[in-house]
C-alpha cells in the first residue's frame, strides 16, 4: 500500500516539475504593455506571427514588425467573454502542443516560442496538413487571428494598395438620430447645426491623401 502511494506521490511531483518548466518565465520578447495577454501568449504570438509571415518575405514587415501581438491585444479586450477564453486556450493548446506533435529536429518538444525559426514554421505545417480535421481546423482559427493582425498594419496596406484614403464625411441627418456603430445612444455627438452639404460626387483621385492612421508618417 505504501510503495503505491509513494511512486504516485513521486510521478506527482515529476508531473509538477515538468509543468513547471513547460510554463516556466518567459522572456519579454515584445516590448510595451498589454491589457490582456499574458508574457506566454505575447511570446506566442510573435513567434507565430514571424513563422507565417517570415521576415524578408513577400511583405517587408515580419509578423512580430507588423505588431500582431499588440493587436490580437486590442482585439481581445473588446469580444466578449466566452470568445476571449476560447482564443487564448488556442493558443495555449498549439503552444504546448509540440509535447504530442514533436517538431522536426533536435529539441522538437521544446514549447512552440522557444523552437528555431524553421521548427515553428514545420509546426504549423504539420497542423495546417494533418489529415485529422480538427487540427486542420485549429490551423485556420490560428492563421485567421494572426491574418487579421498583420493586415491591420498600415505599412502592410499601403504597398498593397488597401489602405483607406482621407475623406472628408459630409455630417447628414442619419447622423442627428443614430450613434456610431456599436455605440449608445448618448455618444451621438451631432445637432442640426452640424449638417454640412453632402458630396458634390467628385471621385477620389487615386494618388490622394491617405487616412491620417494610414500615412507614411505613421509609427
Known sequence: MILPMLVAGVLAGLAAVFAGWR????????PGRFRVLA??????????????????GVLPPSGSEAR?????????????????LL???????????????????????????SLR???RVAALEGWQRSRFFPRRLVFTS?????????FAHPPVLRPLGLAPY??????????LLYPPVGSRPEAIRYGPEDRTPPSDGTPLALDGPLHPDYAEESP
Open 117 to 119: 525559426p524553421e521548427q
Open 23 to 30: 510554463l516556466g518565465r518567459y522572456p519579454r520578447t515584445v
Open 87 to 113: 482564443m487564448r486556450l488556442l493558443f495555449a493548446l498549439v503552444e504546448q502542443a509540440t509535447i504530442v506533435f514533436r517538431a522536426p529536429g533536435r529539441g522538437g518538444r521544446r514549447r512552440f516560442s
Open 166 to 175: 482621407a475623406i472628408s464625411t459630409p455630417v447628414c441627418d442619419a447622423d
Open 39 to 56: 508574457p506566454r501568449e505575447v511570446a506566442f504570438l510573435a513567434a507565430a506571427g514571424d513563422a507565417l509571415y517570415p521576415p524578408g
Open 142 to 150: 490560428l492563421r485567421a487571428i494572426l491574418t487579421m493582425g498583420y
Open 68 to 84: 500582431i501581438p499588440e493587436y490580437v491585444d486590442r482585439y481581445l479586450a473588446e469580444v466578449p467573454g466566452r470568445m476571449r
